[in-house]
């Protein structure tokens, strides 16, 4: 078999990928806000408890990001892409009764270390397949499996809660086949490593550092929409259950979209600009509710920071590889997540808590708002540093 026709074509390619991030993290991530309220009215969580199993899951996403490069090269990333996505539909199906605290914390982390798993091994592995002159879009195109998958969440969910949690969970788990099927089929080999491969230089580094530092603050920034966004509008802005439902479809449009507004700005701005411009937008996303009365602003809110999600994960893994040799963007980008998972991991817990106080709820969205606008700074700064330095 020659080499040439052990790659699948490149609609394939980005196909299985896109379902490898729809598994992880549009449903195996994100699902479980839009199941949030429901566990919390119906009793089987505390809001306190809820805040903290939503916290494991970051947990596990951490873990993942950390081990991620070695799994893959100990066990093969095929096999372990494949393992992960079973035991997301697995854990969906494990929490369709109540259970202990315990329980569902056990499930919600071990879907987030297989998330992770899933979104190092699984982007890197296709977009080295892919060809150069597709590169930079089908880079973000891999993308669309989040939102995809949030608004399967932000549809599903709603119609099966009213008959149930337990089905709510159990109708996750099965739409876990259809991604995982597709998974299923062959992958591509893993191209081997290049010993004569030498890391960044030293200006090239410090870009890189800026952009890890970057996205470690994006993460904080991400986890009052991403955890706690609908529970606050529907607990705390009074919105009935189905208002809240159609604020995550219009994050989920968002989420959907944003794979595409990506490539555009990257295809213009470059992926640097394009970090500063997502970084900003969703910062301003954020505090908007927050600053601005009314139904426009929240719904505003809920559509900039759904698309800015997977534009600040393809740019981030754009530029990493821009910095990098091509055969160190697969552990560049594996540090970035891992890096990443840090900040959410933290800023999980810390926003669960500060949640659970009188006054809690903007506070945290506040927070999430400034720490994203002092990223975007930061990056712009970088750049102007970067263009000084070069000029000398």
């Known amino acids: 078999m020659s080499s040439q026709s052990a790659v699948p074509s490149p609609v394939r390619l980005v196909a299985m990928a896109a379902s490898a991030t729809l598994v992880g993290i549009g449903l195996g991530r994100f699902a479980y806000a839009a199941l949030l309220p429901g566990v919390i009215q119906r009793g089987w969580l505390s809001e306190a408890d809820a805040g903290y199993v939503g916290a494991a899951n970051l947990l596990g996403y951490l873990v993942g990001a950390v081990l991620a490069g070695r799994v893959g090269r100990r066990w093969g990333a095929t096999p372990v892409i494949r393992l992960s996505a079973l035991l997301v539909a697995v854990g969906f199906a494990a929490s369709a009764w109540p259970g202990p605290v315990w329980w569902f914390s056990l499930w919600r982390f071990v879907a987030g270390v297989t998330g992770a798993l899933l979104m190092v091994l699984a982007?890197?592995?296709?977009?080295?397949?892919?060809p150069e002159s597709m590169r930079k879009r089908g880079t973000t195109w891999i993308f669309t499996g989040v939102g995809v998958g949030v608004l399967f969440s932000a549809t599903l969910v709603p119609l099966l809660i009213d008959s149930g949690l337990m089905l709510a969970w159990l109708g996750l788990a099965l739409a876990c086949l259809p991604p995982i099927w597709v998974l299923w089929r062959r992958w591509p080999p893993v191209a081997a490593a290049n010993p004569h491969d030498q890391g960044p230089g030293r200006g090239a580094g410090l870009l890189l550092g800026v952009v890890y530092v970057a996205y470690l603050l994006d993460a904080v920034g991400f986890v009052p929409h991403t955890v706690f966004w609908v529970d606050y509008l529907e607990r705390q802005r009074g919105f009935s259950h189905w208002a809240g439902a159609l604020q995550w479809a219009v994050f989920a449009v968002g989420a959907v979209s944003g794979p595409f507004l990506a490539g555009a700005l990257a295809r213009r701005l470059g992926w640097h600009r394009t970090l500063i411009t997502a970084l900003t937008l969703k910062g301003t996303g954020v505090l908007l509710p927050m600053l601005v009365p009314g139904l426009a602003a929240v719904t505003a809110s809920s559509f900039l920071v759904g698309a800015m999600i997977p534009t600040m994960v393809s740019g981030v893994m754009g530029r990493t590889a821009e910095l990098v040799p091509p055969r160190l963007a697969t552990q560049a980008w594996g540090r970035?997540?891992?890096?990443?998972?840090?900040?959410?991991?933290?800023?999980?817990?810390?926003?669960?808590?500060?949640?659970?106080?009188?006054?809690?709820?903007?506070?945290?969205?506040?927070?999430?708002?400034?720490?994203?606008?002092?990223?975007?700074?930061?990056?712009?700064?970088?750049?102007?540093?970067a263009r000084r330095a070069e000029g000398r």
Do not use: W
Request: hydrophobic letters at 65%.
């Open 336 to 385: 970035a997540t891992a890096l990443f998972a840090v900040g959410q991991a933290i800023a999980a817990y810390a926003l669960a808590a500060l949640y659970a106080r009188p006054g809690g709820g903007p506070l945290i969205f506040q927070i999430g708002g400034v720490v994203l606008l002092a990223a975007a700074l930061l990056m712009a700064l970088s750049g102007v540093a």
């Open 123 to 130: 982007p890197s592995l296709i977009a080295g397949h892919l």
